[in-house]
T-cell receptor, first 112, second 111 residues
Framework: NAGVTQTPKFQVLKTGQSMTLQCAQD?????MSWYRQDPGMGLRLIHY???????DQGEVPNGYNVSRSTTEDFPLRLLSAAPSQTSVYFC???????????FGPGTRLTVL | GEDVEQSLFLSVREGDSSVINCTYT??????LYWYKQEPGAGLQLLTY?????DMKQDQRLTVLLNKKDKHLSLRIADTQTGDSAIYFC???????????FGKGTTLSMSS
């Protein structure tokens, strides 16, 4: 198993550009989520999904969209990037109701 | 809403014990977690404790849970250079599977 994969590893955007951060898992996990990590702020939950076709907002959803058309993929979309979205983004997956979440390696995004 | 608080920095001498403290707000959390993040790396699950337990020991790690005070601690015995990292406490979000993290405690070695 590849586990949780994220692409790209690094990305630089200009303000106003759009892009999609990709996340995929091959463990047949129902649950997937996106977090952002900023210095001194820890990880904050952006959006999560408990299964295909079901998504919900976390702590900091504004400026981000998600969809879950398949169990394996959970892309995160920035429709109009802002400098405040400069961060490291982590995707995670888990079997619902279990104690272990698996984190991807992260995507480092810079918005100029 | 949910909130997890931790002190930001801890400095210990090699060989001493480290104790990292955390307070949380959601009493319905089923599990409480400790994650470790080394520089430039992702998150590694260190250990977790089920909410009906008071203590869990795993080699050099001891987790203590005080549900009444909503206080969680992680003790690392015989702290080594390789333990230098940021340690995050986390609770479950709205009793589900998503996690709410503290801001992280940076553990470093003092000379």
């Amino acid at each position: 198993n590849a586990g949780v994969t994220q692409t790209p590893k690094f990305q630089v955007l200009k303000t106003g550009q759009s892009m999609t951060l990709q996340c995929a898992q091959d463990m047949n996990h129902e649950y997937m989520s996106w977090y952002r990590q900023d210095p001194g702020m820890g990880l904050r939950l952006i959006h999560y999904s408990v299964g295909a076709g079901i998504t919900d907002q976390g702590e900091v959803p504004n400026g981000y969209n998600v969809s879950r058309s398949t169990t394996e993929d959970f892309p995160l979309r920035l429709l109009s990037a802002a400098p405040s979205q400069t961060s490291v983004y982590f995707c995670a997956s888990a079997t619902l109701g279990t104690d272990t979440q698996y984190f991807g390696p992260g995507t480092r995004l810079t918005v100029l | 809403g949910e909130d997890v608080e931790q002190s930001l920095f801890l400095s210990v001498r090699e060989g001493d014990s480290s104790v990292i403290n955390c307070t949380y707000t959601d009493s319905s959390s089923t599990y409480l977690y400790w994650y470790k993040q080394e520089p430039g790396a992702g998150l590694q699950l260190l250990t977790y404790i089920f909410s009906n337990m008071d203590m869990k020991q795993d080699q050099r790690l001891t987790v203590l849970l005080n549900k009444k005070d909503k206080h969680l601690s992680l003790r690392i015995a015989d702290t080594q250079t390789g333990d230098s990292a940021i340690y995050f406490c986390a609770e479950t979000y709205q009793a589900g599977t998503a996690l709410i993290f503290g801001k992280g405690t940076t553990l470093s070695m003092s000379s």
